[in-house]
């Protein structure tokens, strides 16, 4: 695995009204790396997330994307500097089908303007083909390549948390981020997505990982960090983490000694 | 709709059949239309320029998925646009400018030169067309920009008002400076003339357009013109839908955080679907204007704005052919019921017991309850993709690699 630094994000903080979400958070992600962000229920998790990904502006903080400091003031800018997202609660366009929702995703690494559309000139339609080829290549990569022409509000669960990821990944990210991508799963999806992921690595791409489930985070995650109360309270390789005091009392509470 | 097929995509040659029928009839139809009286073809014409309005609000409403129910105010600048340069008014202009202030209507007036001063500014439509595009489109770009962060009932609100301010405008703004000449309207707009061919017919011919030896009525010749925009129009509206940006608009309409998430950059994509939305109403307000030769702020009401959003919703929104069918229903069958219904009432009871208005009122109102209840998504919707074709086949595969 190289050494070089992906992401490197320190210093954020966030407050809505009196409630500080966020205080001082930071995070250091390599090259290749699945990394993981877990914390109990309303930890900060999403709302760093968001901050990350530009839906939310934070009071301060430092951004940096594979070396180059990145501003996370509109989501589109994120997108377009390298980082895609999916979400907590599945955002598929729903009426498109599975096909179009990737071809969306090639959006923002295409061109071609009213002029182009109404003409179709050669490269128009060079551009508008790749971006097919290209977005059908993803949903075979993500495993539902059968169901491209369907519409993606009837796909099944696990199927549109597949398609949302083919989705991310069409804009090429440095960094693919994903909130709670097993959120609902059972047993058997899980497994799918965790080979998917594993998939996604062996790729060379950069994974950061919102996610609940323990057992699946720490099987699959190179280094974790571990939110409470808006604030980081731990940081290092799972086993560390497991062991680590304060995560204990986070989530089992200080009691249990 | 199974005679008619014109999904290009998956059935290409059914598709091109299709169309090359449908050209085919449209081409004769104001031939055989003109035996029942020019009448009809008229109607046909004015149904043509609300099927302009509506592909263009489709663009706006069934595409990027922003109501939008000031629409008709960019058919208003397309239509005064062309009555101030080309009509006698710019001359009225002039003058009201030169009574409020002298020293600035004489520096106008030696700019525009004596001919305008006493005629106004007749432009061809070679340039009315494009101008009103333009001028149309960038009215519906500075009416958009303020409502980026509206959606649903809340940019229906705003952008219902914003069609009432630009007909009050033009109600308005007579006084002290004569640009729209109020209430009365603008009247001796330029007929189209195309190729020096008068599509109003020359003076002494009683509206007979004569093309090489070739003669036709006026209506007929109109009919062909805006026949030929239609076309148009929905070229390039269907290559819009089927393109980066047509996809992202859809997108926006489906889920606009996801839609910014993946790099679209909402605000300058919804600010192009107004003002390729509202370059097509300029251009219709264009043709309306010199298919008149009059234009006055009645004709741009609210009740307008909600009859072409009609078109677009009753006949299957944000699709295509839906959309135009929807517009020569609502704009022709109105129509249709003042020329059948009375002479039928009088033929059958001897009088007239309801009046074609009042029954076209009624109509309206039923068709649009009906259809809303047993067709929601229009009458010709978008065809829906099979929910789960040969599922159980394709699910043998990989659907669950794992």
């Not at chain 2, 663009?59 to 340069?85: C, P, S």
């Not at chain 2, 008149?292 to 009609?310: D, N």
């Amino acid at each position: 695995m190289s050494e070089k630094v992906i992401l490197n994000i320190s210093g954020v903080n966030k407050r809505f009204g009196g409630l500080a979400a966020l205080t001082d958070v930071g995070i250091k992600i390599m090259q290749g790396q699945i990394y993981g962000l877990i914390g109990p229920n309303g930890a900060g998790k999403t709302t760093f997330f968001n901050v990350i990904t530009g839906l939310y502006q934070p009071d301060t903080g430092t951004f940096e994307l594979a070396g180059k400091p990145y501003s996370p003031s509109a989501p589109h800018e994120v997108a377009k500097a390298g980082i895609a997202r999916t979400f907590q609660n599945i955002r598929l366009f729903g009426e498109m089908t599975a096909l179009e929702n990737v071809m969306v995703g090639r959006h923002v690494r295409s061109h071609q303007g009213v002029f182009g559309a109404v003409f179709r000139h050669k490269a128009a339609r060079q551009e508008e083909a790749a971006i097919r080829a290209r977005a059908q290549e993803l949903l075979d990569f993500v495993g539902i390549g059968a169901f491209a022409d369907r519409t993606s509000k009837y796909l099944s669960y696990g199927d549109q948390r597949r398609l949302e990821i083919a989705r991310a990944l069409a804009t090429d990210p440095q960094l693919l981020a994903l909130d709670e991508p097993a959120a609902g799963m059972n047993a058997t999806e899980k497994l799918a997505l965790r080979e998917l992921l594993v998939k996604i690595k062996a790729e060379g791409k950069t994974v950061l990982l919102i996610e609940h489930d323990v057992k699946l985070m720490m099987g699959l995650c190179d280094r974790i960090t571990v939110l409470e109360y808006g604030k980081p309270i731990a940081e290092g390789v799972p086993a560390e983490i497991q062991k680590n005091q304060a995560v204990i009392d986070a989530y089992l509470g200080g009691a249990h000694k | 709709m199974a005679l008619l097929n014109f999904n290009v995509q998956d059935r290409p040659r059914q598709a091109y059949t299709s169309m090359a029928v449908l050209l085919i009839g449209l081409l004769i139809f104001p031939f055989i239309a003109a035996q029942f009286g020019n009448s009809w073809v008229r109607i046909i014409d004015i149904a043509l320029l609300y099927i302009m309005l509506a592909l263009g609000l489709n663009i706006v409403v069934g595409f990027a998925g922003l109501l939008d129910l000031g629409y008709i105010a960019f058919f208003a600048v397309g239509a005064y646009l062309t009555g101030l340069l080309a009509s006698p008014q710019f001359a009225q202009l002039l003058e009201s400018i030169v009574n409020y202030s002298p020293a600035v209507g004489a520096t106008l007036v030696s700019w525009f030169g004596p001919g305008i001063q006493q005629n106004g500014i007749h432009l061809s439509v070679w340039l009315i067309v494009p101008l009103a595009a333009a001028v149309a489109g960038l009215c519906g770009a500075l009416l958009g920009a303020p409502t980026l962060k509206l959606r649903g009932d809340y940019l229906a609100i705003v952008t219902l008002g914003f069609g009432e301010i630009i007909r009050i405008f033009m109600n308005n703004l007579n006084d002290p400076i004569n640009f729209t000449n109020g209430p009365q309207g603008i009247n001796s707009i330029d007929p189209v003339r195309i190729f020096a061919v008068n599509l109003a017919g020359e003076p002494g011919s009683r509206a007979n357009v004569v093309l090489g030896g070739f003669s036709m009525p006026s209506v007929n010749a109109y009919y062909f013109l805006f026949l030929f925009l239609c076309i148009a129009i929905v070229f390039v509206t269907a290559r819009l839908q089927h393109s980066r940006l047509g996809r992202a608009w859809v997108a926006i309409r489906e889920d606009e955080i996801a839609a910014k998430a993946m790099g679209i950059n909402t605000r300058n994509v919804k600010l192009l679907a107004f003002s390729m939305g509202a370059s097509f109403g300029g251009v219709a307000g264009a043709m309306f204007a010199s298919f008149q030769g009059f234009v006055s702020p009645e004709s741009f009401s609210l009740t307008e704005s909600i009859a072409v959003l009609a078109m677009v919703v009753l006949g299957g929104i944000g699709h295509i052919p839906g959309v135009v069918m929807g517009g020569v229903l609502l704009a022709a069958l109105p129509e249709v019921l003042r020329h059948v219904v009375e002479p039928a009432q009088v033929a059958v009871f001897g009088k007239v017991l309801i009046e074609s208005e009042v029954l076209r009122q009624l109509l309206y109102g039923l068709a649009l309850v009906l259809i809303m209840l047993n067709r929601p998504a229009g009458l010709w919707p978008s065809p829906k993709h099979e929910d789960r074709p040969d599922a159980a086949e394709t699910n043998k595969g990989e659907a669950f690699p794992a």
